[in-house]
């Protein structure tokens, strides 16, 4: 998964990395369908942390990294609660 032998990818960029290739598939799809389908596949198939997480990545950054269709479909993903503490 990682780009750079030398590199190891921490939890975040992994991420990122997971929603950029969501988009990339959903590129193909006709732009009205594209952002719902990556919405949808994100809704569907990631752990409410993991969507927490890239939550926690948008706030923190304004989605540095992400692809301009993750942060489109950003506005139709289930966004879990924070964790109690």
Avoid: C
């Amino acid at each position: 998964m990682s780009h750079d032998a030398g590199h190891t990818m921490n939890t975040d960029e992994k991420l990122v990395y997971m929603a950029n290739q969501i988009a990339s598939f959903f590129r193909a799809m006709p732009e009205d369908e594209a952002a719902s389908g990556v919405a949808r596949h994100i809704n569907d198939f990631w752990d409410p942390r993991m969507r927490r997480r890239l939550r926690d990545i948008l706030d923190a950054g304004g989605g540095k990294g992400l692809s301009p269709l993750v942060l489109e479909a950003s506005d139709q993903i289930r966004w879990p609660q924070a964790a109690a503490g």
